[in-house]
């Protein structure tokens, strides 16, 4: 396929807490292999030509030996520790596709292994037209603002509402500077003041490109609770294990 180099990086490096197992969510079993091995053949499937994971602590050279040598993902180049919030393993893997040429960057959850190439194609599309791009649902329930006293202050409209998903896909050299300007705020400022808990919300605060919302999937939930891979184990059964 024609078009722009395009990368991705793949976070496992969580715990997984509320979980509720002493196995990290990325490395539980669907379907006889881990989370991790169905988020890799999803983006192995697709137009995207390389791929760096992003691996808990003291496990990168392991992983990265497991899932390109014995599992066959060759897309996948380099494997790199992440950092104590998320945003640090991200920029983490945007540094290890440093002099490799890339021009489009899908930033993707291993939590969300049942991604669809249709969905791959469209954030394909959307990244290459408008620089910065993202996954979303429009939110069905109607959502309170509270306070810090635990009372409602407000109720924003519904229509304008959209949960986020990933991938979400940027310029490689747009979402690298929103994540250095980012960086300076975080040293200069209360880092939890600005903890961002999304990519795009790094590309909204201190970017250069306005966030596509593009149609997300039902399917692309984040696995985060037993019960979210209760209905994972349900959703193979029904569309069949890869």
Known sequence: ???KKTAAVLL???HG???QSKIPKQFLLLAGHTVLWHALQALSESSIDEIVLVTPQGEAEALYRTYREEYGFRKLVAAVEGGAERCDSVVAGLRALLG???ELVFIHDAA???VSQELLKRMRDAGERYGAAIPALPVKDTIKLGNAEGF????PPRALLFAAQTPQVF????ICAAYEAYDRARKAEDARALLATDDAQVMERFGACPVKLVEGEEQNQKLTTPEDMARAELWLREHGAK
């Open 1 to 3: 396929m024609t078009g």
């Open 17 to 19: 807490a509320r979980m």
């Open 171 to 174: 310029s490689y050299t747009a």
């Open 152 to 155: 409602v202050q407000d109720t």
């Open 112 to 114: 969300r292994p049942f």
């Open 12 to 14: 496992a490096g969580g």
């Open 100 to 102: 490799r040429g890339t």
